[in-house]
């Protein structure tokens, strides 16, 4: 049988990397990546798993020398350090395997440098490659003919993960998306039909996450709603456990604009104690949406802004994806993305250039027009070559809206426009269950509380620049005007640590035009 160490390597500093608020936080990554607790799961009884995630513990070579297998996963903003890692593992002599989602959309970029390589999802083809392995056998590069069946999926090994160093932890529902967004890589990965895991998988998960001393879980479902009816059911079922433990979880997650044309599925995530959902509203320019074939978002049943406070108004907040360079985008475009961000009441906006990942319809769009730079990187932080304005002018209109969004003034503004109104709650439904036991309700308010002075104690004495402490002790105490509940106090302090990022991220970028992050 084989030893096998599976690796995730670190990840370059990015805005949900959270890197400049880790410490403020005590935790060295945000969250573990799914799949090497799945494919330990996945492994068969005999074989040993070790399980490296570079973003909270150093590679060990030695180990990595001794192993059968070594295998290595990872995004497309995680390419180059993969190569790095693989170049120094095959000169140690290791046996290489690469999966994850940057190897599925593209093939040849490892070529030489891994000895398999596995294409889309592995739930089938990870177990295949194990027993032709030891029967030296196994193939060059293994791809399931079927999107996996998710009421098979085991629960994810947890264990053999240094949960403690994580600031949340992550749970998985449901694969793939109805829509067609014209560049998104995860119905190329996935497909449009959604696949959802049952409600005893889901709970199981969420016993084995709450063993691991987990509070707050990531939902990582590129988009939770993709099959309303089917996620119905599995919230009710959450509700009930929410309900028997006592809420001992707050849940974030992906979803798309329509889960504001949905009451119910909205009350049932408040009940199930969701407190913030990130949606791709992408852009304010509906002939952008409509060009990259994001319907959903041009739909009626309101205007963008409508439909996102009607989603903060249920007690959810908002966080959003927003994309400048599509082709019907000219140099105006900046300014109306803050204006919407700001008008949206949106603290956190993950805001980027366009980019084509390969095997999406606008890779192959516009590399039929010439129109891509294959540079790796690419020169501007894009491989995308704009309709109407230089790369030049879309790279710096992209670093003006991020410093603009997180100027203090500006992300204050929006965020106490919506945390200063005193009807605006998160964590509503844990309310009646703390209120029957005034033991629980004291022992959970107390922790809280240590937690929220503990954090802006960090704040107040680990943040070098005097003039950003002097503003979050002046808005910490307008919010405290307002709500003096200890967990949305200490989601409010939250919000200053990820603003401590954000601003340190922006201002970076800024220095180094040449370094952007996030390049596709």
Known sequence: MADIVLINPRFEVSFWGMEHALPLVGKRANLPVACLPLLAALTPEGHTVTLIDENVEAIDWQRCARADIVGVTGMSVQRFRMKEILTELKA??????????????????FEGLADVIFIGEAEQTWPQFLREHAQGLHQYRYEQREKTDMSTVPTPRFDLLKMKHYAFGSLQFSRGCPFQCEFCDIIVTFGRRPRIKTSQQVLAELDAMRRAGMKVVFIVDDNLIGNKRAIKQVLRDVVAWQQRHSYPMSFFTEASIDLADDPELMELMVEANFIACFIGIESPNEDSLRETKKYQNVRQGGTLLEKVHRIQDHGIEVWCGMIMGFDSDDATIFDRQIEFVQKARIPFSMSGMLSAIPKTPLYDRLLSEGRLDLADPPECGTNVIPAQMTREELRDGFLRVINALYEPAAYFERTEALFLRPDFEIGVARKPHLQRSLWRRLADESTW???????????????????????????????????????MVLFYLFHLAMHYHAYSMARDMASQPTAIVNSY
Do not use: N
Not at 92 to 109: A, H, K, L, M, N
Not at 449 to 469: C, D, K, N, W, Y
């Open 92 to 109: 140690r002599g290791c046996f290489t395997v690469v999966g994850g989602p940057y190897v599925t959309v593209q093939e040849d970029y």
């Open 449 to 487: 509380a240590v937690q929220a002075a503990g954090l802006f104690v960090r704040l107040m004495t680990s943040i070098p620049e005097a003039h950003l402490r002097r503003e979050y002790r002046r808005r910490f105490l307008r919010v405290l005007r307002v709500h003096r509940r200890p967990g």
